[in-house]
């Protein structure tokens, strides 16, 4: 079902055992007031190309982790079910489906201010889905009296792990720091929620779609 016609979305049935797993770590990872309630779960089947870049980088560095990542998207895919994903150069979400995480949208995007990019120009995941909520607002539609919401989940590379209590790190020079692969922001008196960063686009793979409505 994907534009570029290599790679493919699967609507997960109630009966796939992947659907219930994912749904159970969306739900016991939300951590944040709000209850969020799933609708559907769409499971990735990425380009050969993406899903190469991903494994070939991944046997390098390891430390492979399970992430969420809320990012906007400008079309209705996931949410309308007739609705396939776009093909514009400015839907993240489509994008991050087509041809995988890019630095390209990290920061100066309509939805994400510079303030909350604590740790530089990189991609952000984190292990609590609330906290990746938070940037998920992109990607909210009204629909029958609901706000719909999508987010992704991805496998993520994070290799050796910087870890820091810093609420932020602002000299990019440092980013990641030498001999590190990615940065964890650690909960801690300067962070609620975890945040795991990292620097490399190949760094991370989509893995499903979950939408989900915010109960009012
Ligand atoms: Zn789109």
């Known amino acids: 079902m994907g534009a570029t ?8 049935t109630r009966q796939s055992q992947e659907r219930e797993d994912v749904i159970n770590q969306f739900l016991r990872a939300w951590k944040k007031p709000g209850e969020p309630r799933v609708q559907r779960v769409y499971q990735v089947v990425p380009s050969p190309h993406v899903k190469e870049r991903f494994d070939r ?6 430390n492979v982790r399970r992430r969420f990542h809320g990012t906007s998207i400008e079309c209705d ?22 041809s995988g995480f890019s630095k390209r949208f990290a920061g100066n995007g309509p939805n994400i201010s510079l303030r ?17 909520n938070d940037y998920a ?19 993520v590379a ?16 440092l980013l990641p720091p ?3 692969d990615s940065v964890v922001g650690e909960v801690g008196p300067n962070l609620n929620y975890d945040e795991l960063v990292v620097y490399n686009d ?4 989509p893995e499903f779609l979950i939408v989900y409505i915010l109960k009012a």
């Open 178 to 180: 030498r001999g590190y």
């Open 137 to 155: 607002e992109g990607s909210e539609r009204e629909r029958r009296g609901h706000a719909w919401r999508c987010m992704l989940v991805a496998s």
């Open 202 to 205: 190949a760094a991370a793979l």
């Open 116 to 132: 909350r990019l604590r740790y530089g120009n990189g991609i952000y995941f984190s292990a609590t889905s609330g906290k990746s």
């Open 57 to 62: 980088y991944a046997l390098s560095v390891g």
């Open 5 to 12: 016609g290599d790679y493919s979305c699967l609507l997960l």
């Open 77 to 98: 895919f996931g949410i309308d079910l007739g609705a396939p994903p776009c093909e514009s150069k400015t839907c993240r979400v489509c994008n991050i489906l087509s």
């Open 158 to 173: 994070a290799g050796k792990v910087f870890k820091t209590i810093e609420a932020e790190i602002l000299d990019e020079r």
